[in-house]
């Protein structure tokens, strides 16, 4: 039987172990019945003292009892056909003993570091929710509603500020609710007033996931029509404009172009923008190229090859689609779907360009500041193979330099092993969804700030929509729920059975 508690209800009180209590860890005997379930691992508990109160977390509970103590004992009475509880009154002497983690000392309105230890026989009780909500920094007015912290009705509502300011990673593995997750924020996101703040949101939306949203009514969401706006491409319609691209954005595009071809190809493209001013495509520069008495054979052939290969990925044309300008509004967000596209290197080159365009113009606050959520990020930005990987340069740069131009990212990817250490590592804000790969759970905790051990062990274990929240948008690590959907995409991917049976009609 589960019995719900009031917060600020009492739990327990502290006893004395062998190593405790300490200034960082102590346990207490957990109050209630045999069969009711009082406290649960993950929950916030407190203890008020004089110096302020102490906030600790429930890291493992231990059932006792001390007529099952001896193994030998309990055989001897089983041989008998008795069992225990006839003989003896064995529920009056079963408990819970509950060992914590302080997380903090909660004193005039902020947190300190703890400092002493509490004291054996103090009274345990549930955190309040609106200390926690301040212990914790969320915001009930403006923040973003995610979920229930784990196992408890408060709302996790992180402000925008300090889940995203820094940078946001989504890890898990396939089928642990990082996608389902990834809706709720968007949500979130699209239903904010002006006044509360709206970012501009572009999403590389490589399985076409998100498409849904375009089909949301304003109204649904309280909001206007001039407040709403989803955009939705596809990546076969996406054009990059060729007069645009300096050479050396070209030989990002390829591999192993050396500075000599780049020197190259730079002077042929500012002499074929003096001949046509008004915009050619890559098959111009071709054809320029190819008359070009001054190249040497070697260089001419392979710029020519490398010319020709971009060009059959009909990604390259005169005009720009979408114009980025137009597609980074205040709350709006625009769904780059390029589920179109088979072709890795086509999907390369689009974030690629994208990720250049973004931070180049808001470098020079061209755009509003925006957040770019990048699906399957292990694809564009891995930790090897950096030759395969066109868009990772440009990624690492916004990683690092884009706060301070409010240019953010939000990588998500289900293999961390294979996620770049650097990009990584400059995510402050992580959310951590089931894991059980032990070469992920080692990057992660390698590249991960804040997060324990038990933590970091507690994640193996995480429910379907359940995440372990870390960095600059908690005070400490916080086991999360996320909500339901608000709205439901439709022609959602069938079960492996369903896609028989429709198969086999």
Not at 2 to 9: I, K, L, N, R
Not at 87 to 93: L, Q, Y
Not at 303 to 324: K, M, Y
């Amino acid at each position: 039987m589960t019995t719900e508690y009031p917060s600020a209800a009492r739990l327990g009180t502290v006893v004395c172990t062998d190593t405790g209590p300490n200034v960082m860890e102590f346990s207490f005997v957990v109050e209630g019945g045999p069969n009711e379930i009082v406290a649960r691992r993950g929950d916030f508990i407190s203890i008020v003292t004089e110096n302020g109160t102490v906030i600790a977390r429930v890291q493992e509970l231990v059932r006792t009892n001390r007529y099952y103590q001896h193994a030998e004992a309990v055989r001897e009475y089983q041989s008998r056909g008795e069992p225990l509880r006839s003989i003896f009154p064995t529920d009056r002497w079963q408990y819970t003993v509950a060992k914590t983690r302080v997380l903090g000392l909660w004193e005039n309105g902020k947190t300190v570091r703890p400092y002493f230890a509490v004291s054996p026989g103090a009274v345990v009780r549930r955190t309040d929710e609106d200390t926690l909500v301040s212990f914790l920094k969320l915001d009930k007015k403006d923040g973003l509603n995610l979920g229930n912290l784990a196992y408890q009705t408060l709302e996790f509502m992180p402000s925008v500020s300090r889940l995203l300011s820094k940078h946001l990673a989504i890890l898990a593995m396939s089928g642990a609710g990082k996608s389902y997750f990834v809706s709720v924020l968007l949500e979130e996101l699209l239903s904010r007033k002006k006044n509360q703040g709206r970012l501009s949101v572009v999403v590389i939306d490589v399985h076409g996931e998100y498409s849904y949203l375009k089909d949301i009514k304003p109204k649904d969401l309280g909001l206007s029509e001039k407040e709403f706006s989803v955009e939705h491409i596809r990546g076969s319609h996406i054009q990059i404009p060729v007069q645009s691209l300096q050479a050396e954005a070209i030989g990002s595009l390829v591999a192993d172009m050396s500075s000599i071809q780049i020197r190259d190809l730079r002077r042929v493209i500012s002499e074929i923008r003096e001949t046509m001013p008004s915009g050619y495509n890559i098959a111009d520069i071709v054809s320029y190229v190819q008359n070009d008495d001054t190249i040497s054979k070697n260089t001419k052939d392979a710029l020519i090859s490398w010319l020709i290969n971009l060009d059959e990925t009909h990604l390259f044309g005169r005009g720009a689609t979408p114009d980025v300008h137009s597609i980074v509004k205040p709350g709006k967000i625009t769904l780059i779907d390029l589920s179109d596209f088979i072709s890795l290197k086509k999907k390369q080159i689009v974030v690629s360009h994208l990720a250049n365009e973004l931070l180049s113009l808001r470098r020079r606050e061209e755009i509003p500041p925006f957040l770019f959520i990048l699906e399957e990020a292990h694809q564009f930005c891995p930790e090897s193979r950096h030759e395969l990987a066109l868009p990772k340069s440009r990624i690492e740069t916004i990683a690092r330099e884009g706060r301070k131009f409010h240019a953010l990212l939000c990588l998500i990817s289900q293999r961390p092993v294979k996620l770049s250490t650097t990009v990584l590592s400059q995510c402050s804000n992580q959310a951590i969804f089931r894991c059980t790969n032990p070469y992920d759970l080692e990057h992660i905790g390698r590249s991960s700030e804040g997060i324990d051990r038990p933590s970091l062990d507690a994640i193996t274990t995480l429910e379907i929509g359940e995440a372990l929240f870390i960095g600059e948008t908690v005070s400490v690590p916080t086991f999360v729920k996320i909500r339901p959907r608000k709205f439901e995409p439709s022609g959602l991917f069938p079960s492996l059975i369903e896609a028989v049976k429709k198969a086999d009609r």
